[in-house]
């Protein structure tokens, strides 16, 4: 059965991917007041290691991520990269969101290249790799596609190859099938682990859904209802790899880690959903 973990899940002496000490971040209002979104986080994910974050709206999951990624800097504590403190952009990570991030202009082909060409690989080498890299994520006969000619869940495939085709290593990944309908986001979500599979890059996934956390993640990170946000829950995914995202669902050890987890979100979501409506 599922358990309660501390952060550092897998214990090796290798520094963690992704480390994040005592964070904090805070905004300022056009009042002139100081909002904290996130306070005193710390969350470690190892080399390998793919971490879900789940919360209420509005706790500051996208804000953790952001961190990691280096787009905004910690009120306070530090954040680490593979032992070494980031000061700025995370050149080691690639960077999925929840809004498409294609160029409506470009093919699919030119889209996933594209990831490539600006860090100057040549258009006659990054076109083939980014060929590839279609197949492989089953668009091989859609290249001369442009998005709007593409379905939200192809569109979706395109946006992942054009990050994976660069090879970083840490995949921050922010609520990235949350348009998409249920069919669609179990599809994308086997996708995803056949790909990771592959090469056990370390993953910070951002959800509100607790099943897609628990059937694709080896670590569940529950945060508390801002304002001053905190992580109050990481629990460890026992369930045996490889997964289908739909057959996974129907195990009783699933549904035993999620009761149990959803006892500890379940105050926090509805608290969360009070402060949107009380706004």
Sequence with gaps: MAASASNNAQQTGSPAAVSLDQVSVAFRLAGGGVYTAVEHATLN?????????????????????????????????????????????????GYLFQADALFPWKTALENVAIGLETAGTPSREARPRARDWLKRVGLGSFADRYPHMLSGGQRKRVGLAQVLIRDPKILLMDEPFGPLDAQTRQIMGNLLLDLWSADRKA?????????????????????????????????????????????????????????????????????????????
């Excluded at 953790?64 to 995370?90: D, K, S």
């Excluded at 959800?207 to 629990?235: F, K, N, Q, Y």
């Excluded at 460890?236 to 149990?260: C, M, Y």
Aim: hydrophobic share 45%; proline share 5%.
């Design 203 to 279: 993953v910070l996934f951002v959800t509100h859904d607790l099943e897609e956390a628990i059937a694709l993640s080896d670590r569940v990170v529950i945060m508390s209802a801002g304002p001053a946000s905190r992580i109050i829950g990481d629990w460890t995914v026992t369930l045996s790899r490889p997964r289908d995202t739909s057959e996974i669902k129907l195990e009783p050890a699933f549904h035993a880690l999620h009761r149990e987890i959803w006892q500890s979100l379940k105050a926090e979501v509805i608290k969360g959903y009070e402060q949107t409506e009380g706004g």
């Design 45 to 93: 994910v190892a080399d390998g290691e793919f971490v879900s974050i789940v919360g209420p709206t509005g706790c500051g999951k996208s804000t953790l991520l952001n961190v990691a990624a280096g787009l905004l800097g910690p009120a306070a504590g530090h954040a680490e990269i593979f032992g070494a403190p980031l000061t700025g952009l995370n050149r080691q990570a």
